[in-house]
C-alpha cells in the first residue's frame, strides 16, 4: 500500500491517528472477538437489575463472585487447550481427583501430613493428568476428545478408589475461610487468585511468544511446525497447565464446601467448554482469550444467580444456559459469515 | 469485446450463454458474458484468477445465481436453482477438490443419493454391476467395492466422471482436472474425453496449463476481469498470444535475468534417503547465489527430499551440510536454526495462518527476532511486518488478516517470514502454484533477488518453463533417483523430460 507522505504536517496527524489505531487495536486484541458476548453481558445484567431489587448489589456481585471462582479457574486452562485446537473433557474428573488427594494426604483420618503436602500432592497429580493426556495426543496421536475422555474416566475412578468413594470432611478454619474471610471488605484469597491468575494468562497469550505461538498451533499446526515452534513440547505443555488449574479448582471447591467427595465436578467439564466457546473461542482452534473466556464465565455466574434471585427452577435454568450457549455461537457465526 | 459475430449463427442443441452478469456487493465479478458450447466440443475457457472462470461454471452448475443474463440449454432456457437441478438437466462439474465420500466404495460413491433398491435394501450387486460398467467405459479397470480413500487422485476423478456419466450428463465441467495428475494420468484423462465427445458430450474446460489447451480444447475463450475478452475459433493458438489476453499487457520479459553464482558451496547434500524410499541417494550441492531448479514428474520425490533437507520429515541415511557445518535434522527448528528455510507446496495448509494477521504470520517464525527476550510487543511486530512488507512488496497491512491477500500476496507473505532472518538456505516448493500468470513474474523476481543478496536457493516446481527459466541448473529426479544435473546451457525441454521419463 503507498502512502504518501509528502507533506510533513500530514504526516503528523497519519502519526496521531496511527497511535489512536495501535491502541483501538491493542484494545480490542484485549476482548478479541469478544465484542458481543460482553454487549450480552452488560444487557443481561441490566436486565436483571431492572427485575430484581436484590441483583445490583455489592452483597450480590461479591457472591457472583465467589459462585464463578471454580468455573472461572478451570476456564483459564480451558481457553488454552481450545486455543490450540484441542479439548479436555477430563477437567471434572481431575477437580475431583486432585481434590480427594489432597484430602487423603492432608486430612487427620487418612496421612494427616498437612494442608501444604496435600495441596502440593494435589497439584501434581493433577498435573500429571494432564501431562498424560497432553501425551496420549502428541505421542499416541489419539484426537484430543478420545485422549481426554478416557482421562475423564480415569481420573474419577482414581478419586473413587482412593476411599472407596466417601467423601472427607472437615479441613482447618484458615484453609476454609480463605474462600470465605472477605479481604478490604471484599475479596476472598479465592476470587483474588482467579483474578491474578487470569491478569498472568491474559499476559502470557497477548505478550509473550510462547502465549503467541498457541495460536499459531490452533491455526495450523502444520504451519507452526514448518516455522520453527515445538508444537509438541507446547501441547503437552498446554495439557498439563490446564490439569494443574483444574486441580487448583478442586482445592477451591474444597475450601469452599470444606469437604471433598469423588463425585464432585460432574459434567464442570461442559460448563468450563461453554463459557470459553460464550467467550467467543473457536473449537477448531486459532481464536480466542482469557478476556472473552472472562466474559463467558460472567455471563454463565451472572445468569445463574439472576435466575436464582427471579425463582426460577433450576431444570429451567439449565434449559436457558443450553438457550445461550447456542444463541452466543450462531451470532458469533453469523457475524464472521457477514464480514 | 464486441459480441461474438458467429455467435447464435448456426444453431445448435448445445449451450448458449448470453450476457451474464454477477456482483458481490460493490464487486462485479462477471459483466455481460456470452460463448455458446456446441454438442461434442470441448471449450477451454482461461484466465487468471478472479478473472470470472469460476463464477460462470458455478452459474451453468447451478450453485451460483446470476444478476442479469440468459442460459439456452438443448433448445430449452435454463436456470438451475440448484446443483440438483442442474445434474437432473443434464449438466455435471468435476470441481477441482474431489467431492468424494473417503470411506464409502467407488460404487457406493458413483450412485451416493440414488442407491438402487429392492425389497427396501440396497441393491449391491445391481448397483456394483452397474458402476463396473460405467467405469469399464472410461477405460478403468478398478473394483466397485474398493474405498475411495485408497485410490490415487487420478482414479479419484474417474470415479467422479463416472458418477457424472451415470446421472446422463451431456455437459461436463472441467474446474483444473490436471492440477493434480501426473503425465500419463493426464493423457488418460484426455483420451476419455475425446471417446465421450464422440458420443456428443460437450465440455468446458477450465485449466492453467496453457500447453494442454491446444491438445485437448477445440474452441478457446479467454476471461479477465469478469469480462470475455478473447475467443479463438481454434486451440492451437500460440501460448504467448493467450498470456498476454488473460494478464492484458504484453508479457516481454517472464523471467529475471540471473547473476552468477558465487564460489562458496553453502548446501552440499550426501547420499541423503528416505525411510520410505521416495527418494534414494540424492548428492548435490548449491552455491551462494546460486538457483538449484529440481524438475521431475508427479510422485519423483522432489517435494519429499526438500521437505527433508528442511527438517520437515525424517531421514534414514545420508548427510546435509550448511556452509561446511554438518546440520542434524531432527525437525523444522534445528534446520531453521541452521539456516535452511521453506516455502511449501501447500501455501493454505503448510504455509500460512489464514484466519490471523499478516504481522502474526510473519512473528510465528522469528519471535527470536521479534521478541528477544520472549516478549512480544505489538509495535515490535507492527513494525517488523511493515519491514517484511515493503521488502517484498505485499499488497497490505500487518493487521490485514493472510486470507484477504491474493495467492501470490500470500508466497510474498511466507517469503518474507524468512527473508530477515537471513537465511543461508532457501527453498521455494511449487512457488507459484495457484498463483496469477501476471502475479507470477513478480515471485520470480524474488527468487532471483534472494539468489543475489548471496543465499542458495532451491527451486522445485511442476512447470518445466519456470524451472528453467529460473535455474542455474536442473537437477532431474524420477521415481525417487537423481537422474542428472543439468548446466542452465544444456538443459531444454526435452533434455530434462528425457531424464524425467526415464
Redesign the interface.
Given at each position: 500500500?503507498a502512502v504518501s507522505n509528502d507533506t510533513s504536517d500530514l504526516k503528523g496527524g497519519e502519526l496521531k491517528a496511527g497511535a489512536q489505531a495501535?491502541t483501538a487495536?491493542?484494545l480490542s486484541?484485549l476482548f478479541a472477538g469478544t465484542m458481543g458476548p460482553l454487549i450480552g453481558l452488560v444487557l443481561l445484567c441490566l436486565a436483571l437489575t431492572l427485575t430484581t431489587d436484590t441483583f445490583l448489589t455489592v452483597r450480590n456481585i461479591l457472591n457472583v463472585l465467589d459462585q464463578i471462582t471454580v468455573l472461572g479457574i478451570m476456564a483459564i486452562g480451558m481457553t488454552l487447550v481450545i486455543l490450540i485446537g484441542g479439548i479436555d473433557l477430563s477437567v471434572g474428573s481431575v477437580l475431583a481427583l486432585a481434590a480427594m488427594v489432597m484430602g487423603f494426604v492432608a486430612h487427620p483420618d487418612y496421612l494427616n501430613l498437612g494442608m501444604p503436602a496435600g495441596i502440593v500432592a494435589a497439584l501434581v497429580v493433577a498435573g500429571l493428568c494432564g501431562l498424560v493426556s497432553g501425551l496420549l495426543v502428541t505421542v499416541t496421536k489419539l484426537p484430543p476428545f478420545i485422549a481426554t475422555l478416557a482421562m475423564m474416566s480415569v481420573a474419577r475412578g482414581l478419586g473413587n478408589m482412593i476411599t472407596d468413594g466417601s467423601q472427607i470432611v472437615g479441613f482447618p478454619d484458615w484453609f476454609t475461610s480463605l474462600s470465605i474471610t472477605r479481604h478490604f471488605g471484599f475479596l476472598s484469597v479465592t476470587v483474588g487468585l482467579m483474578i491474578v491468575l487470569a491478569i498472568i494468562f491474559a499476559i502470557f497469550l497477548?505478550?509473550?511468544?510462547?502465549?503467541?505461538?498457541l495460536?499459531?498451533i490452533g491455526?495450523?499446526a502444520?504451519?507452526?511446525?514448518?516455522?520453527?515452534?515445538?508444537v509438541k513440547s507446547l501441547t503437552n505443555w498446554v495439557y498439563a497447565i490446564c490439569g494443574v488449574l483444574a486441580g487448583l479448582a478442586g482445592i477451591v471447591l474444597a475450601a469452599r464446601l470444606d469437604s471433598v467427595q469423588p463425585s464432585s465436578g460432574l459434567g464442570y467439564e461442559l460448563d468450563t467448554i461453554a463459557a470459553v466457546v460464550i467467550g467467543g473461542a473457536s473449537l477448531s482452534g486459532?481464536?480466542g482469550s482469557i478476556g472473552g473466556t472472562a466474559v463467558g464465565v460472567l455471563i454463565i455466574g451472572v445468569l445463574r444467580n439472576g435466575l436464582n434471585l427471579l425463582g426460577v427452577s433450576p431444570f429451567i435454568q439449565q434449559v436457558v444456559i443450553g438457550v445461550v450457549i447456542a444463541l452466543a455461537v450462531a451470532t458469533d457465526t453469523w457475524r464472521r459469515r457477514s464480514q | 469485446m464486441p459480441p461474438d459475430p458467429h455467435y447464435g449463427e448456426s444453431p445448435h442443441n448445445g449451450l448458449f450463454v448470453s450476457g451474464l452478469c454477477k456482483s458481490y456487493g460493490p464487486v462485479q465479478v462477471l459483466a455481460d458474458a456470452s460463448f455458446e458450447v456446441r454438442p461434442g466440443e470441448v471449450v477451454a475457457l482461461l484466465g487468471e484468477n478472479g478473472a470470472g472462470k469460476s463464477t460462470v461454471s458455478n452459474i451453468i452448475a447451478g450453485s451460483t445465481k446470476p444478476d442479469a443474463g440468459t442460459i439456452t440449454w438443448r433448445g430449452k432456457s435454463y436456470s438451475p436453482a440448484s446443483p440438483a437441478a442442474a445434474i437432473d438437466a443434464g449438466v455435471g462439474m468435476i470441481h477441482q477438490e474431489l467431492k468424494l465420500l473417503p470411506d464409502l466404495s467407488v460404487a457406493e460413491n458413483v450412485y451416493v443419493g440414488r442407491l438402487p433398491m429392492r425389497g427396501g435394501r440396497i441393491d449391491r450387486a445391481a448397483m456394483n454391476a452397474q458402476a463396473s460398467a460405467q467405469l469399464k467405459r472410461l477405460g478403468l479397470d478398478v473394483s466397485p467395492e474398493r474405498k475411495v480413500r485408497t485410490l490415487r487422485i487420478a482414479a479419484q476423478q474417474q470415479v467422479e466422471i463416472a458418477k457424472a456419466l451415470t446421472l446422463n450428463a451431456e455437459l461436463l465441467i472441467f474446474d483444473e482436472p490436471t492440477a493434480a495428475l501426473g503425465g500419463e494420468e493426464t493423457e488418460l484423462l484426455f483420451k476419455q474425453i475425446r471417446k465421450l465427445k464422440a458420443e456428443g458430450m460437450s465440455f468446458i474446460y477450465i485449466s492453467h496449463r496453457l500447453d494442454e489447451i491446444a491438445e485437448i480444447a477445440d474452441r478457446v475463450v479467454v476471461m479477465r476481469d469478469g469480462r470475455i475478452v478473447a475467443r479463438h475459433e481454434r486451440a492451437d493458438i500460440p501460448v504467448r498470444t493467450v498470456v498476454e489476453q488473460m494478464v492484458g499487457r504484453s508479457v516481454e520479459r517472464m523471467f529475471p535475468q540471473l547473476s552468477p553464482p558465487g564460489d562458496q558451496t553453502l548446501l552440499a547434500v550426501e547420499n541423503l534417503s528416505s525411510p520410505e524410499k521416495s527418494f534414494n541417494n540424492v548428492s548435490f550441492s548449491v552455491r551462494a547465489g546460486e538457483i538449484l531448479g529440481i524438475a521431475g514428474l508427479i510422485g519423483a520425490g522432489r517435494t519429499e527430499l526438500v521437505r527433508a533437507i528442511?527438517g520437515?520429515d525424517p531421514i534414514s541415511s545420508g548427510s546435509v551440510r550448511v556452509a561446511g557445518k554438518p546440520v542434524h535434522l531432527n525437525?523444522?527448528?534445528a534446520a531453521?536454526?541452521a539456516g535452511v528455510v521453506?516455502v511449501?507446496e501447500d501455501r493454505k495448509?503448510?504455509?500460512?495462518?489464514?484466519?490471523?494477521t499478516i504481522g502474526?504470520n510473519l512473528?510465528?517464525?522469528n519471535?527470536d527476532h521479534?521478541?528477544p527476550k520472549?516478549?512480544?510487543?505489538?509495535?515490535a511486530v507492527?513494525k517488523f511486518a511493515e519491514a517484511g512488507i515493503s521488502r517484498l512488496g505485499v499488497?497490505?497491512?500487518p493487521?490485514q488478516a493472510v486470507s484477504k491477500l491474493s495467492g501470490g500476496n500470500q508466497q510474498k507473505v511466507i517469503i518474507a517470514?524468512w527473508v530477515s532472518r537471513p537465511p543461508k538456505v532457501f527453498i521455494l516448493d511449487e512457488p507459484t502454484r495457484g498463483i496469477d500468470v501476471g502475479a507470477r513474474a513478480a515471485i520470480y523476481d524474488v527468487i532471483a533477488d534472494l539468489a543475489r543478496s548471496g543465499m542458495a536457493v532451491v527451486v522445485v516446481s511442476s512447470d518445466l518453463e519456470e524451472v528453467l527459466g529460473l535455474s542455474h541448473r536442473v537437477l532431474v529426479l524420477s521415481r525417487g533417483r537423481q537422474r542428472g544435473i543439468l548446466d542452465r546451457s544444456e538443459a531444454s525441454n526435452v533434455a530434462v523430460m528425457e531424464l524425467a521419463t526415464s
Open positions: 500500500m495501535a487495536a491493542r486484541a497477548n505478550y509473550r511468544a510462547t502465549g503467541r505461538s495460536y499459531a491455526g495450523s502444520e504451519v507452526a511446525r514448518l516455522s520453527g515452534i515445538p486459532g481464536v | 528442511a520437515a525437525g523444522p527448528a531453521i536454526k521453506l511449501p495448509a503448510q504455509g500460512v495462518v489464514l484466519d490471523q502474526e512473528a510465528f517464525g519471535f521479534v521478541a520472549g516478549w512480544v510487543f505489538p509495535k507492527q499488497k497490505g497491512k493487521n517470514k
